[in-house]
Nanobody, 116 residues
């Protein structure tokens, strides 16, 4: 069974930075799977924030392009999301996602709150 555990959320003022981490259980290697970060703000649908594919190519939502960076830490078997220049519009629960053997695995989410 694959498990994903997010960490690194918290509260920060606008303009600040946070780094989220998604640790995968040792039953699979993050380098073998496409990984992504999503977020869901109150009253809104869950949206895709950033993706990293097995070939290490990346893609970002327009709203975070140039501010967020997704990366893989093979040694820690994790995928990180570095978030800079945060704005109140980035406030949401952030979820890690793994495309694993035709299924979609989700973490429990971590709250990010950005105050103005």
């Amino acid at each position: 069974q694959v498990r994903l555990v997010e960490s690194g959320g918290g509260s920060v003022q606008a303009g600040g930075s946070l780094r989220l981490s998604c640790a995968a259980s040792r039953t699979t290697f993050v380098g073998f799977n496409d990984m992504a970060w999503y977020r869901q703000a109150p009253g809104k649908q869950r949206e895709l924030v950033a993706t990293i594919w097995t070939d290490d190519s990346t893609n970002y939502a327009n709203s975070v392009k140039g501010r967020f960076t997704i990366s893989r830490d093979n040694g820690e078997n994790s995928v990180d999301l570095q978030m800079n220049s945060l704005t109140p519009e980035d406030t949401a629960v952030y979820y890690c996602n793994m495309a694993y053997r035709g299924t979609s695995v989700w973490g429990q989410g971590t709250q990010v709150t950005v105050s103005s």
